[in-house]
């Protein structure tokens, strides 16, 4: 295994893996993988509940400052009290193979996938999202940020598969402060210049210097995604992509074209949009 390797049990996909333990979870199964991490269905035998736990990569030795910035980390993203964030129960670090260290953050399960998986199904059968719904999800992650940033904490990644869908469209915002807790040189975030996802990153993020309107823009580009059916910039890589955002962005919602299965929008909304989009 290699420095930024991920936690090293057999199989590739969805192994049934009981019998291993992260401090006192057990973990199930893989039900997510990216570039800063895996996600696994646990058990907690003490409270005898279902969690997920996100293994970040793996470090070869354990690293005093590191340590000392996720637990930093995590402890900011637990104290977070909000009906929209996904709460984070605990957190911790454990040597495995070779001495290697991984460390983890555990939350709450849920069950009804993520905001990007059902972009990804409308897609695949051709339709949009209905308007009520985008309405709803935006409103509900926008209280999630704002709160957030109330407190003095940003999250860094705001895109579609970090916002979490329970069955009555209930949206809860995970994965706060993971891309800062990866963000220092030697961690291997592999999502291209900085730290976050290409795709929906502030420019100012992407020069190393976030701040709470970088989250309004993440926010902005998933708006734009949901009403056109794309994504503003798109590169043949990371890099590409990172460009665009630093050298095309002015304002996501000035060339704003509305998917024509959607209705017209009021010029007060519109320009409501545009405002928000900073």
Do not use: C
């Not at 999630?144 to 209930?170: E, T």
């Amino acid at each position: 295994m290699q420095e930024g390797d991920t936690v090293p049990i057999s199989g590739n996909t969805t192994p049934q893996t009981g019998n291993v333990m992260l401090g006192r979870y057990r973990l199930l199964r893989r039900i997510g993988k990216g570039g800063m991490g895996e996600v696994w269905l646990g058990e907690d035998p003490r409270l005898r509940r279902q969690v997920a736990i996100k293994t970040l990569p793996l470090l070869g030795q354990s690293n005093a400052e590191y340590s000392r910035r996720f637990e930093q980390e995590a402890r900011a993203a637990a104290a977070l009290n909000h009906p929209h964030i996904l709460p984070v129960h605990d957190y911790g670090e454990q040597v495995v193979a070779n001495g290697q260290v991984v460390t983890y953050i555990v939350m709450a399960f849920v069950q009804g996938g993520s905001l990007a998986e059902r972009i990804a199904m409308l897609d695949h059968d051709n339709r949009g999202m209905p308007l009520n719904d985008i309405m709803s999800y935006l409103s509900q992650a926008a209280e999630a940020i704002d709160y957030a940033h109330s407190l003095g904490v940003l999250h860094r990644d705001i895109k579609p598969s970090n916002m979490l869908l329970r069955s009555d469209n209930w949206l809860l915002l995970a994965d706060f402060g993971i891309a800062r807790i990866l963000s220092e040189p030697g961690q291997n975030t592999q999502t291209g210049l900085g730290f976050g996802t290409p795709e929906y990153m502030a420019p100012e993020q992407a020069q190393g210097k976030a701040e709470a309107a970088s989250d309004n823009y993440s926010l902005a580009v998933i708006a734009y995604q949901l009403f056109t059916r794309r994504l503003p910039f798109s590169g043949d890589t990371s890099y590409a992509t990172t460009i665009q955002h630093l050298h095309i962005s002015t304002n996501l919602f000035l060339q704003l074209e509305w998917h024509h299965s959607y209705p017209p929008v009021d010029g007060p909304r519109h320009r409501s949009l545009q405002q928000e989009a900073r």
